[in-house]
C-alpha cells in the first residue's frame, strides 16, 4: 500500500466488515448489497491510483453512504 486511497479504500473496507457484524442480520440479502459498497471502494482506490482524486472521493462517499442506509434500515 503506497497511496492515500489505499490505506482510505482499505479502511472503509474494513469498517464495512465490522459493520456487517456487529450491526446486521448477516443475511445474504444485506452482504449482496454490502458487496456493492465493497466494488465502490475498489473502483475508488483504482480511479484514485490513476489520479481522479475528486472522483475517487465521490465514490467513496457514495459507498459509504450507501453501506450506512444499508445497515441502519429499519
Same mark, same amino acid.
Given at each position: ?23 446486521? @442480520? ?46 441502519? @434500515?429499519?
Amino acid at each position: 500500500m503506497i497511496t492515500l486511497f489505499d490505506f482510505l479504500t482499505v479502511a472503509c473496507f474494513v469498517c464495512l466488515v465490522i459493520a456487517f457484524f456487529r450491526w446486521t @442480520k448477516r443475511d445474504t440479502h444485506t452482504l449482496l448489497h454490502m458487496l456493492v459498497s465493497g466494488a465502490a471502494f475498489a473502483i475508488a482506490n483504482q480511479v484514485g491510483n490513476a489520479g481522479l482524486a475528486f472522483l475517487a472521493l465521490a465514490l467513496i462517499f457514495a459507498g459509504a453512504g450507501y453501506a450506512t442506509l444499508i445497515v441502519f @434500515k429499519r
